[in-house]
């Protein structure tokens, strides 16, 4: 009994049980894992498979129709059989699309249904066959999408595109050295600085790559530059640490200059005046953007996101019959850069204002000699109108406020052409809206005596230009680059001939005439004088201030900035 007892409560081998009843469920669960693990590594060589095979297709996109690419000798199903034996694939289990890829959306071209249209992506689904090593049977897996639109769940998608790049706006690269004074004003109360000469910076040059590997804190992608706020003092730094390894010291000495005073907190993101689509990233990294430029568009948007826009500060200029003379210019906004496929957005730019006030005094004396002496004269003949045979002075004094509105130039990339490389902007400049309002009054002085306001002339005209479309062609790589700009519309809106057509009113000692011959006498002496004046305005005044501009009244300046052909890139 006691034998018995003892050999109950030995607990030996006790273990052995559970370990047997264990290794079902361990040895299943070991089987499961390797079969799934086969599966996993099949899914992910369909999908390299997939991916691979879609760029071989995109490349052989050559231009030709869906029909032409997808037949049995296309260019399209060879590159595919290649590339499905050089990956020792089945060809028979490719699914291969042509089509478009637009707003993330993949648009198939059937062959069959239209056989005309021209692909630009290309969409692969791979699938293959796995046996289970443990279980019976096995499973088959697909790269497979959940619509005919789209890339669904991992289908490899690829588009062959080509990208560039343009610029359109107000270029200061073309300023000349006597108009450095202007200028400074204008760049260096945009960036809080002492006047400086910028004629160092004429002709620089630097790509957003450049830029961003030499940020003083980070480096920056040029996507990362594109989308992040910089301080304008980093910014600076890094572009005076580019052009020295370029060895252009001069353009970085002008840099370092303006850096002692510049704001050590303003910022500034290039992507609010640069426009970069999806996949156009290497085209806006390597192309050569204009440093003055850049610092001028950026010097923009710091103060037009503080509400302000960029003036150019208040100028007398001296012109022979103009007593005084102020003017003003104000650009509203920046250059704007574009880089993407065609066709592209449409971007607008360079709205400028021009305010300009002359005060008028002209003064003559005449005799019975004033009608002989030149009848061209205003004031003279006049004169000699009022009282051929009396001494008889005349004054015209008074303002003549001139208001010149540019609105926005817009363009878009329409056209590259990879054939025969180049590009193509179209554009619109739109409308200029140019005011004048003479406010003249004609004094006499008769026998010594004032006859003040014998007569008082207004005048109101003003020009308005309609919007008009322009194509542009720059051909690669001759006429790309800052350097060379081409300009579209009007170059300038001259002043002269502003009033030749003109209404008046006129009023002769206080009296109104309306006596047709009597307004049409006198207007028509006023005007041809004040022509006369305002063609002096054009060449002491308006002229150069379009050339501190760099502004197109009336028109715009384009410049091609890169261009790249037939890259191809995964979209889904």
Request: charged share 10%; glycine share 8%; net charge neutral.
């Amino acid at each position: 009994m006691a034998r018995w007892q003892r050999r109950s409560r030995d607990e030996r081998g006790a273990v052995l049980v559970f370990v047997c009843i264990a290794m079902v469920a361990l040895i299943g669960s070991a089987a499961m894992a390797v079969d799934i693990g086969r599966e996993t590594l099949r899914n992910r060589h369909i999908e390299s498979v997939a991916d691979v095979v879609a760029f071989d297709a995109a490349r052989a996109i050559n231009g030709q129709t869906v029909s032409q690419l997808s037949a049995p000798t296309g260019a399209v199903t060879v590159a595919v059989q290649e590339s499905a034996t050089r990956n020792n694939f089945p060809y028979n289990q490719l699914a291969v699309d042509l089509g478009t890829f637009t707003n993330g959306a993949f648009t198939r071209q059937d062959p069959v249904a239209s056989p005309a249209a021209v692909p630009t992506a290309v969409r692969v689904a791979a699938s293959e066959s796995t046996n289970f090593l443990f279980a019976r049977g096995g499973i088959t897996g697909s790269r497979s999408s959940s619509g005919s639109t789209g890339c669904g769940s991992g289908m490899a998608c690829v588009v062959k595109q080509s990208t560039a790049g343009f610029s359109i706006g107000s270029w200061l690269a073309s300023i000349s050295s006597g108009d450095s004074a202007l200028l400074s004003g204008l760049l260096g109360d945009a960036f809080h600085l002492n006047a400086v000469s910028y004629n160092g910076l004429l002709n620089s040059t630097l790509t957003l790559q450049q830029i961003g590997l030499n940020m003083p804190v980070t480096v920056l992608s040029p996507t990362q530059l594109l989308s992040t706020s910089v301080s304008i003092h980093d910014f600076m730094l890094a572009s005076i640490a580019a052009l020295n390894a370029q060895g252009n010291t001069t353009a970085a000495n002008v840099l370092n200059s303006m850096i002692l005073n510049a704001s050590t907190t303003g910022t500034v993101k290039l992507g609010d005046f640069m426009t970069v689509a999806a996949g156009s990233e290497t085209a806006a990294a390597t192309a050569s953007l204009d440093v003055l430029s850049i610092l001028t568009a950026s010097a923009m948007v710091m103060e037009k996101n503080g509400g302000h826009a960029l003036s150019i500060p208040t100028t007398t200029v001296s012109v022979p019959g103009i007593t005084s003379i102020t003017a003003s210019a104000t650009v509203i906004s920046p250059p704007v850069f574009y880089f993407g496929t065609a066709p592209g957005p449409t971007i607008s730019t360079a709205q400028v204002r021009v305010t300009v006030t002359p005060v008028i005094n002209l003064s003559a004396g005449s005799g019975n000699t004033a009608c002989t002496v030149s009848l061209s004269n205003l004031l003279g003949l006049l004169g000699c109108l009022l009282n051929p045979l009396l001494p008889v002075g005349v004054t015209l004094n008074g303002s003549l406020p001139i208001d010149l509105t540019a609105a926005s130039a817009t363009a878009n990339l329409s056209a590259i052409n990879c054939a025969t490389p180049s590009i193509t902007v179209a554009s619109t400049t739109q409308a200029v809206n140019l005011n004048a309002a003479a406010n003249l009054n004609l004094d006499v002085t008769l026998l010594g005596s004032p006859l003040l306001n014998a007569a008082r002339v207004n005048i109101a005209a003003g020009v308005k230009t309609t919007a008009t479309p322009y194509t542009t062609t720059f051909n690669y790589p001759s006429e790309f680059g800052p350097s060379h700009t081409k300009s579209v519309g009007s170059s300038t809106l001259g002043l002269s001939g502003l009033l030749n057509v003109s209404s008046a009113n006129i009023s002769v000692l206080n009296g109104t005439l309306n006596t047709a011959a009597v307004s049409t006498l006198i207007s028509g002496l006023v005007v041809p004088v004040l022509n006369s004046l305002l063609g002096s305005l054009d060449t002491a005044l308006i002229l150069p201030i379009s050339r501190v501009l760099g502004a197109k009244f009336g028109g715009a300046d384009i410049a091609a900035l890169g261009m790249s052909c037939n890259t191809v890139r995964l979209v889904g």
